[in-house]
T-cell receptor
């Protein structure tokens, strides 16, 4: 079945470490997105990519980096510059870039915690 | 930027009850989404609306563009409907990959 796979489900980071969250999709979607979810808040857009080898900052990109070397993969790196990284991270994709007007698909998320 | 308000924030009901969750937004939109987030965290897209009404099984979503308001209804609610329901809007004239504005969600618990 087609879908989005995020790994790992739970991730722990020590202070000063970079960690990378994986997101893979086999839906043949052009556009992929990373969101952050904090308790009591709506999802916030970190980065998005409309096509391979291109990506754009979202609303809260500071302390994060991404790459899009393959259509099916959009990994997110949480760098040591992100001072409050503990959150739930969701990856999403849509068939075309103008995705607000298209149905989106989400992964099951990765919960990141600081040790 | 659009402001999205959902009500209620929390809702506990008995199995079989008719459930209504509301979503209001501040500026005109091109599309509104209703999402369901399961206790494990994964999100499923339920509906995408730009006008009128959509129905899928026991779920009904309506939108009133003039009043900037949408409702999600669940008929004959069941404990498996327990989840967080999230409203999200795409503002403006459509196009532009700037993502969505999300509400904070409504936490629904259906008791047997």
């Amino acid at each position: 079945d087609g879908g989005i796979t995020q790994s790992p489900k739970y991730l722990f980071r020590k202070e000063g470490q970079n960690v990378t969250l994986s997101c893979e999709q086999n839906l043949n979607h052009d556009a992929m997105y990373w969101y952050r979810q904090d308790p009591g808040q709506g999802l916030r857009l970190i980065y998005y990519s409309q096509i391979v080898n291109d990506f754009q900052k979202g609303d809260i990109a500071e302390g994060y980096s991404v790459s899009r070397e393959k259509k099916e993969s959009f990994p997110l790196t949480v760098t040591s510059a992100q001072k409050n990284p503990t959150a739930f991270y969701l990856c999403a994709s849509s068939i075309v870039p103008f995705w607000g007007n298209q149905p989106q698909h989400f992964g099951d998320g990765t919960r990141l915690s600081i040790l | 930027k659009n402001e999205v308000e959902q009500s209620p924030q929390n809702l506990t009901a008995q199995e079989g009850e008719f459930i209504t969750i509301n979503c209001s937004y501040s500026v005109g939109i091109s599309a509104l989404h209703w999402l369901q987030q399961h206790p494990g965290g994964g999100i499923v897209s339920l509906f995408m609306l730009s006008s009128g009404k959509k129905k899928h099984g026991r779920l009904i979503a309506t939108i009133n563009i003039q009043e900037k308001h949408s409702s999600l209804h669940i008929t004959a609610s069941h404990p498996r409907d327990s989840a967080v329901y999230i409203c999200a809007v795409k503002g403006g004239s459509g196009g532009g990959a700037d993502g969505l504005t999300f509400g904070k969600g409504t936490h629904l618990i259906i008791q047997p």
